[in-house]
Structure formats: C-alpha cells, structure tokens
C-alpha cells in the first residue's frame, strides 16, 4: 500500500473530519496522521478494522496451534474421531 498522499496532520483532520471520513469509506484506504511531524495513528473504516481484527484473531490461533504441535500437545485426527464416535455410540 502507497502511503504517499495518505498521510495528513491532525490539524488538517480537525478542519476536515467529513470529507476524509466521507473518503476513507469510499476508497476503503487507510489515513496516517501525525502530531508533531510524527505519525501517530492510523484512522480506518470500520470493515477494515473489522477484517483486521479476524486475521489477527486467525494468526493468534494458528500460532497457539504451532505451539501445541511443538508440545507434543496433539493427537491424530483419526483417533479423535473414532474417540468421538464411540463417545456418540455409547450417548
């Protein structure tokens, strides 16, 4: 992603918070604002953050799984699925 052109000072966002909210909806394009000449936040549309926030959620689980596999924390599948069927036979 080019941040060229996307990066404004909060004064310019204070002065124009619709129009670049109206933006950031429409092009679904991400907004850096500095403070300071400092980039100091990102300010995106709601189903981009919303997208963010589900991948995240599937790297933590991945990584959760890694570190399960490198415990010895895992079983083959067949013998969970024969565990789970013979649970459902004796129910």
Request: charged residues 30%.
């Amino acid at each position: 992603m080019k941040l060229k052109g996307r990066v404004k000072p909060i004064s310019y966002i204070k002065n124009h918070a619709a129009e670049l909210l109206r933006e950031i909806t429409e092009t679904r394009q991400n907004l850096i604002i500095t403070q300071h000449g400092e980039a100091v936040a990102v300010l995106q549309d709601v189903e981009a953050y919303e997208r963010t926030q589900e991948t995240l959620a599937l790297l933590k689980i991945l990584a959760l799984g890694n570190q399960q596999i490198e415990a010895g924390k895992v079983e083959p599948a067949r013998d969970v699925i024969k565990r789970i069927r013979n649970n459902r036979a004796k129910s």
